[in-house]
């Protein structure tokens, strides 16, 4: 994990290009979504879907995305082989092996791999969520990974957002106040909703505490 540049976005997505046809066309896809939206905020991301991951069971407890980029790098196969990305994952993290000590040090080749990863990572949360890749909402989970909630109610604002017809990208201007007055009623219902989800003993009103904390 590294302490990312703005100037290096654009290193980073052009190197990804470059691994196209080993990392396979999902990867090669989304990993550009992925560095573009979150940019510097990428350290947190990546622990925002590991936790993520933790919890749903796919990942276990010290994995990392950083490994699996290195490890989908390093494979003869790519997610569109596997029916599953689950299958994918557990491919990487057993069948395939990493000389350490070989890897480039360099700031944008361990970015490309942590952005490699992470979007693997963010896949296997689709599926967990029975979504497509495309209806995950990249701004949205940026913007809650700076909240530094935990995973459960990470993936229940997700759920709660992928229930509604509001964009999940507004997150953010709820959070900042920068909403009308009727649409912040609109995005802390889904908040509170999602409170419920991830504590089902909550109440309503501890629910709309809860979400009162996160300004």
Known sequence: ?????????????????????????????????????????????MNTVEAINVVTGVFNPGDSVSNLGEKALAADKKPEDFDKINDYIDYLKHDVQVEEHGLNTSSVDTAVRDVVGTTIAIKAIAENMDMKMSNISLPLLNTVSRLDV????????????????????????????????????QHSDVLVRAHQIA??????????NAVMNLR
């Open 150 to 185: 935990e995973p459960k109610l990470t993936l229940a604002i997700m759920t709660a957002y992928a229930q509604t017809e509001l964009e999940p990208a507004h997150l953010e201007k709820y959070l900042a106040d920068k909403l009308s007055l009727q649409e912040a009623h």
């Open 1 to 45: 994990m590294i302490a990312l540049l703005p100037t290096l976005i654009s290193p980073i997505v052009s190197a990804i290009a470059k691994v196209a046809a080993t990392v396979g066309p999902m990867v090669a896809k989304y990993g550009p979504m992925v560095i573009k939206t979150v940019g510097e905020n990428l350290p947190k991301v």
């Open 199 to 208: 504590n089902p003993d909550m109440d309503t009103t501890q629910a709309e």
